[in-house]
């Protein structure tokens, strides 16, 4: 199982985020636009990475818009399929 | 075809390992752009921010290129892993340039180049015909990033893994007054060495005017 502060520590490694601590990410922050602004590259690499680290493949687009809403929307869909 | 220079400001930047004092924060303050630069980005942006060059034709060249981008996709590759698209996307010979247009809406044309041991020369001679056929200054930058694992393995051309020189010309009707004198440049790579020739002419003369091959 992994929880939202430990997903925010992969998030900032993974996207390099300088500067951004885990206090700051709020739970209900966006992935994308406003929230962590990350952008369609980002995307890509989330499900590349999503796939190497946790073993889950989306199986369509709106699936994963869904799961990238939000922090705990991504950390409660990663306990949920979790394949690793 | 020789015609006359006048080198309004030159740069220098190197380290055994990395360099430390590029100043990221305050040239590339937006985070979000900052998170994606390259070694070679990162450095080529301090070039141009210590030579005060932020518009105009930029002339950049590297012999090696994103090495660490290219190690990660190669990496990938070996591991049978999908290929990350950063990395895809930071791998061509031009990203440094690329990023430094980004990063001040540089819309004037920028040219790459890579030739190996000769890359500065080439890169002074087309930075030179750029500058003459603007009539304008024009921003020459080389440098390479090579610090990756394992570099040690195959390294036998330079002390330093991270390393830059950039220097901005414009044409002039003026005299030369500086003598440009072929040199080796113990640590850094022979693909610095014809723009670092320049600048170690240049050193500490103000109004220096030099006269390059077109």
């Known amino acids: 199982m992994i929880t939202t502060e430990q997903l925010k520590k992969e998030l900032i490694e993974l996207f390099n985020l300088e500067g951004v601590s885990v206090e700051e990410i709020a739970d209900d922050d966006h992935l994308f636009g406003d929230g962590l602004g990350l952008d369609s590259v980002d995307a890509i690499e989330l499900t590349i990475f999503l796939d190497n680290e946790h073993g889950i493949v989306f199986s369509n687009i709106s699936e994963s818009e869904a799961v990238f809403s939000s922090i705990k929307n991504l950390q409660q869909y990663i306990n949920q399929h979790e394949k690793h | ?214």
């Open chain 2, 1 to 214: 075809m020789k015609m006359n220079f006048k080198v309004i400001k030159t740069a220098v930047v190197s380290a055994e390992s990395k360099c430390e004092t590029l100043d990221e924060k305050r040239i590339v303050p937006k985070m979000m752009l900052r998170r994606r630069l390259t070694r070679a980005a990162r450095i080529m942006v301090y070039l141009a921010d210590a030579c005060e060059f932020s518009e105009g034709s930029v002339v950049y060249g590297s012999a090696y290129g994103e090495m660490q981008a290219t190690a990660d996709i190669v990496g990938a590759i070996d591991a049978q892993e999908p290929i990350s698209p950063t990395a895809f996307q930071n791998s061509v010979y031009n990203t440094a340039p690329s990023y430094f247009s980004l990063l001040h809406k540089n819309k004037s044309e920028i040219l790459t180049i890579s030739s190996g041991d000769e890359t500065s020369r080439n890169v002074l001679q087309t930075g030179a015909l750029q500058a003459v056929t603007n009539n304008a200054a024009v921003l020459m930058v080389c440098s390479e990033a090579i610090n990756i694992a394992n570099i040690e393995e195959v390294n036998e051309c330079t002390k330093y893994l991270e390393s830059g020189v950039a220097l901005t010309v414009v044409p002039t009707d003026e005299e030369a007054n500086t003598t440009v004198t072929l040199q080796e440049h113990e640590g850094y790579a022979p693909s610095l060495w014809a723009m670092l020739d320049v600048v170690a002419a240049c050193e500490e003369k103000e109004g220096a005017i030099i006269a390059l091959q077109l």
